[in-house]
């Protein structure tokens, strides 16, 4: 009988299944072991207390980020809790011989910034992190998601995960992106549609013209928010942008050996005749530049709709929410003021999201009541953006430009929103306090976040007034 | 790990959806090498205000005396989602959780609860409404959650099965880990990664 037609995902899992244990989950081969600072230290303490050592230090790499200061490598870290983290994990690599990108070696960056940098992210490959945001290796047509510090532990011990199949979801996304739209402006529509738990047990796979017209970076953006639908993983099937992205990167194959690589991974794609357990299909004319309103990613709106009212009476988590972000059922979105803008975090702080914010801050300036921070995802995209004078716009503009790291994110390393204030984000989750406690964050594509910092308020970046006489327009 | 066999409990209503791990414990409290000491600081912006002080127990339910104690927590649709830190069940362990009775969970958090014998049950919308309601009611009803059967006894005596994967049960049950488990397999892992073209 012939192998029936599969899934993307199905092929990837398929590939890796060592074992199925009866009854239980399969015992799943792990290709790339992605560690940082934070979820790693008390799975290197299991090992110690197992007297077990990293199995395959050859598959591990590890880089500091989450509790890393943003401020100039040379200031010693103030924080003495962040510094004994990110000892530890010098510690931890050095002892068990895993390669470690480290501050200053011109390779440290957020950890979903520099896999796909340094060619470690490759099509077909099983990917983990204990980070959730692991999703965003999908855009290669990696099988990526987030594990906890146990599973951690058990993937230094073995290489291995025991892991249950999960279900499979298309979202395909036909036509045009109207101009000024964006990957991130996709991925809030995706969730906003399907909700924050929408994609609770599932991969998804996104399809669509609108998909295969991202760059790598934009799908990275897409395939990364994942997590917010609540899905285990993104996936976008390999095709010539993702095999020129990784040509010539550090880790890939090299030479014949490359193209022959690239053969394999140019067949890696969902049988025709495949059979998704869901599928949802959307316009892609139907996006405009949007943002959130809420506590939660699944809260947003177009930047020219109304704050909705509750669905239905006595709903108090919506009524809450509205009350934290000090909204009102029914006001505009555009015009509510911010106090910070931040540009960075793993889902928008590549090469091509700095192009995007530099291109509308140029000639600009920043809010006299805003503070703008731009974080660049890693140190490669730092010396990029500065060898293109990204930096000088930016600082120009009246942005901080500082060190790379998660950042403003998740607010674990000083860059912090104060009690109150409100942010315009690039980054990921919008939940109460995550930005800080008391932290009022409003999630958006690069460009809107610019436009929010020039003006002091939320905004739709395509009505911006030109930028002054000196400005040589936008890219 | 800590075998998870049957527990007898009063519970804590928490009836919101969409509970992240933000909330459950904030990333500012992430900067300990240990998998100790969380509990101090589960749901700590739930729990104290602006100058770090307690809040009421009408601001609450956290500080309500009527459910200090409690070992299970009672919330609503998808349950710890969000970041997947494992400080998330490491904070409700510490605090003294042992069970979190939700509508749905959130995949990750799901799976990191399980290897911390922290048992999350899955039970229909109605069903959790209905424990809400009587435990707001009466705070010292108690609940029984029994593993092996696989049942929940509410208060007033109802029984309601709950779901988890065999494998799952069997490691609660004896207080197994996965680690054990894989690395019995190791020979199978090495054969398999010489054969892999």
């Given at each position: 009988m012939p192998d029936r037609s599969k899934t993307l995902y199905e092929k990837i899992w398929d590939a890796h299944v060592i074992e199925q244990v009866t009854d239980g989950p399969s015992v799943l081969y792990i290709d790339r072991h992605l560690i940082h600072e934070v979820t790693s230290p008390q799975a290197f303490a299991g090992l110690a207390q197992r007297g077990v050592g990293v199995r395959r230090p050859d598959k591990t790499s590890a880089t500091v980020d989450h509790s890393l200061p943003t401020t100039p490598r040379n200031e010693p870290i103030a924080d003495a809790q962040a510094k004994n983290q990110i000892e530890t994990l010098r510690q931890n690599c050095a002892a068990h011989r895993v390669t470690l990108y480290d501050?200053?070696?011109?390779?440290?960056?957020i950890v979903h910034v520099i896999g796909p940098e340094l060619g470690l992210t490759q099509p077909g490959q099983t990917i983990v992190c204990g980070d959730s945001h692991t999703s965003t290796h999908g855009a290669f047509g990696a099988l990526a998601f987030g594990i906890g510090t146990s599973e951690v532990e058990l993937v230094l011990a073995t290489q291995c995960l025991l892991q249950a199949p999960s279900k499979t979801m298309e979202i395909r996304v036909e036509g045009c992106l109207k101009p000024g739209v964006t990957a991130k402006d996709i991925i809030l529509f995706i969730i906003s549609r399907?909700?924050?738990?929408?994609?609770?047990?599932h991969v998804i796979e996104y399809t669509g013209s609108a998909i295969t017209g991202l760059s790598m970076e934009g799908r990275m953006t897409v395939c990364n928010m994942s997590i917010e639908a609540g899905a285990r993983a993104g996936l976008i099937a390999p095709d010539h942008t993702t095999v020129e992205y990784l040509r010539g990167r550090p880790c890939v194959p090299q030479g014949e050996a490359f193209d022959e690589a690239a053969q394999a991974w140019l067949a890696l794609k969902t049988d025709d005749g495949a059979v998704y357990d869901r599928q949802i299909l959307l316009k892609a004319e139907d996006i405009e530049p949007m943002v959130t309103y809420g506590t939660n990613p699944g809260m947003a709106l177009g930047i020219s709709q109304t704050v909705p009212a509750a669905m239905s009476d006595g709903d108090e988590d919506y009524v809450a929410a509205l009350a934290y972000m000090q909204l009102e059922a029914g006001q505009p979105i555009a015009g509510t003021a911010i106090d910070v803008a931040f540009i960075g975090s793993c889902t928008n702080s590549r090469i091509e999201d700095l192009r995007a914010a530099a291109a509308i801050a140029k000639g600009r300036k920043v809010h006299h009541r805003v503070r703008g921070l731009v974080v660049p995802g890693s140190e490669a995209i730092k010396q990029q953006a500065e060898s293109e004078d990204l930096h000088r716009i930016f600082m120009a503009a009246g942005f901080e430009w500082r060190e790379p790291g998660c950042s403003m994110c998740i607010a674990m390393n000083g860059d912090m929103v104060a009690p109150g204030q409100a942010c315009a984000s690039t980054s990921n989750r919008n939940f109460k306090g995550r930005q800080g406690k008391g932290s009022r964050t409003f999630l958006m594509s690069p460009a809107m976040a610019v436009a929010a910092a020039i003006e002091g308020a939320l905004v739709d970046v395509r009505t911006l007034a030109p930028a002054g006489l000196d400005a040589e327009g936008v890219c | 790990m800590e075998a998870f066999v049957q527990l007898e409990s009063t519970c804590m209503p928490f009836w919101r959806d969409d509970i992240d791990t933000d909330q459950i414990i904030p990333a500012r409290f992430l900067k300990g090498t240990t998998r100790t000491g969380y509990g101090q600081n589960l749901f700590y912006d739930w729990r104290y205000d602006e100058q770090g002080q307690l809040k009421p127990a009408s601001a609450s339910v956290f500080n309500d005396p009527r459910y200090a104690g409690a070992q299970i927590l009672v919330s609503g649709h998808n349950f710890g989602c969000g970041s997947s830190r494992e400080h998330a069940p490491w904070a409700l362990k510490d605090f003294g959780f042992c069970v979190v009775i939700a509508v749905s969970f959130a995949d990750i958090f799901y799976n990191n609860a399980l290897k911390n014998s922290l048992l999350p049950v899955a039970l229909p919308k109605q069903v959790v409404t209905g424990l809400i309601e009587a435990v707001q009611a009466d705070a010292s009803c108690q609940v029984v959650v029994d593993l092996a059967t696989q049942q929940v006894q509410l208060p007033g005596g109802a029984q309601h099965a709950f779901d988890i994967n065999p494998f799952r049960k069997q490691c609660l049950l004896e207080g197994v880990d996965d680690v054990g488990f894989v690395l019995a397999r190791l020979a199978q892992i090495e054969a398999w990664e010489a054969a892999r073209p």
């Open positions: 501050v200053e070696s011109g390779q440290q960056g399907i909700g924050v738990g929408g994609g609770t047990g | -």
